[in-house]
């Protein structure tokens, strides 16, 4: 069984730990959730199962940790990606792509099953960080909206769009046989989910607001 080697106790540990989520993430993204167990967690990790539960004392506290962690990270990529970038509509297009890209290299069990091992108070803290991620996506649209990118419209309802659109996507996207066909499979997706909400672009392919449509070639998504 490999060791989890560092040069001081913390380290170890936070080793230990990161090694022990990344398993979790590798075995929900190959079997998903239902008859996942500590033992294989453990086995995959490379470490012996007493040893995880060091760190988690069931699967529903290793499942949060995992869940907190990665939309964590998530949080922090996107907020980097969407630095400097003044448009809403390339800033729709980055929160796409980064979702797209996300959901295609992990997997999270949907909502039903993560309630089932779930106590009321984890899935409450969950869903916390969850609206922390989903703001990020009102305040593009909202923009959007407010400097007349995006017709008016529910910001609640448009969201729920795009995320709809995003799941069915990073399906296809996982399935894609080389980069040029999984990069051009992404710029279709962005642009179908930026028309699909009302944007329109010139010539160049350049956002440009609603007021001067009639001046416009209006993109085709491919």
Known sequence: ????????????????????????G????????????????AKTAGIGRTAVYNYFADMGELLIAYAL?????????LRSALEGVENPIDRLAIYVRLQIEDLSRRHMPPGPAM??????????????????????LADILSAAIEQG???????????????????????????????????????????????GLGARFDAEGRPVPLSETPHLYLAEAS
């Open 1 to 24: 069984m490999p060791r989890i080697s560092a040069a001081s106790n913390a380290a170890q540990r936070e080793n230990t730990k990161r090694a022990i989520l990344d398993s979790f």
């Open 26 to 41: 590798r075995l929900l993204y190959e079997r998903g959730l239902p008859g996942l167990t500590m033992t294989h967690v």
């Open 69 to 77: 962690d990665e939309t964590g990270r998530f949080l922090t990529d």
């Open 115 to 136: 309630r089932s091992v779930l106590s009321p108070e984890a899935f409450a803290k969950l869903g916390d960080h969850v609206r922390e991620l989903q703001m990020v």
């Open 149 to 195: 990118y995006l017709p008016k419209n529910d910001i609640r309802e448009l969201a729920q769009l795009v995320h709809g659109s995003l799941s069915s996507s990073a399906d296809r996207t996982d399935d894609a046989e080389n980069h040029e066909a999984r990069e051009r499979h992404i710029e279709s997706t962005i642009r179908f989910i930026q028309m």
